[in-house]
């Protein structure tokens, strides 16, 4: 069958790093995606990785790897907005979004 | 960026009434849009796929008859709460899908709305 798991909930520090991990098991694969969702609010796309290797995106960076069916969202700098749901999603070969259940983050002062 | 639609965005109502809510690609045409719940503090819940001009693909122990849906043309689609009842309070969200993953803005082959949020007493 098809998953994806990723941590339910993680905590860091206002001004950290924070690697949030996600892992797929998908019928076919055409990319990774990462999306935000603040609270109450519908998810907006962060980033889309379908070759191996580490896009950087200003504070945010994802990296993937298709051999070990593995991803992590990397968050420099953390500010206060940034406490929030990160859903990893991966496309199976038939180009649907197979959802990860999120992982909360929070961020302390 | 693309831009989806739903309307309206907060709608209260009355144990055993019906509520239509719209979901609109603004830029773009949709051949296929997605219907999400989502209960707080869990993940999305994918409801059903929704194919302009053919019938909606319903997920495992999602009830057809009393989600419908209608994609009747490439920027809308209408998902209809009928008889709703309390359990059915919950936070609606569309995303619309662009034609080919591969065209343009592959990064983002999915394009939500701002969700409808349902309360029903």
């Known amino acids: 069958g098809q998953n994806i798991d990723q941590p339910t909930e993680m905590t860091a520090t206002e001004g950290a790093i924070v690697q949030i991990n996600c892992t797929y098991q998908?019928?076919?694969?055409?990319?990774l995606f990462w999306y935000q969702q603040h609270a109450g609010e519908a998810p907006t796309f962060l980033s889309y990785?379908?070759l191996d290797g580490l896009e950087e995106k200003g504070r945010f960076s994802s990296f993937l790897s298709r051999s070990k069916g593995y991803s992590y969202l990397l968050l420099k700098e953390l500010q206060m907005k940034d406490s929030a749901s990160y859903l990893c999603a991966a496309m199976d070969s038939n180009y649907q979004l197979i959802w990860g259940a999120g992982t909360k983050l929070i961020i302390k002062p | 960026g693309a831009v989806v639609s739903q309307h309206p965005s907060w709608v209260i109502c009355k144990s055993g009434t019906s509520v239509k809510i719209e979901c609109r690609s603004l830029d773009f045409q949709a051949t296929t849009m997605f219907w999400y719940r989502q209960f707080p503090k869990q993940s999305l819940m994918l409801m059903a796929t929704s194919n302009e001009g053919s019938k909606a693909t319903y997920e495992q122990g999602v009830e057809k008859d009393k989600f419908l849906i209608n994609h009747a043309s490439l920027t809308l689609s209408t998902l209809t709460v009928t008889s709703a009842h309390p359990e059915d309070s919950s936070f609606y969200i569309c995303?619309?899908?662009?034609?080919?993953?591969?065209?343009?803005?592959?990064?983002?082959?999915?394009?939500f709305g701002p969700g409808t949020r349902l309360l029903v007493l």
């Open positions: 990785n379908v």
């Open positions: 998908t019928s076919g694969f055409n990319g």
């Open positions: 995303s619309a899908k662009f034609p080919s993953p591969f065209s343009g803005r592959a990064q983002e082959t999915q394009y």
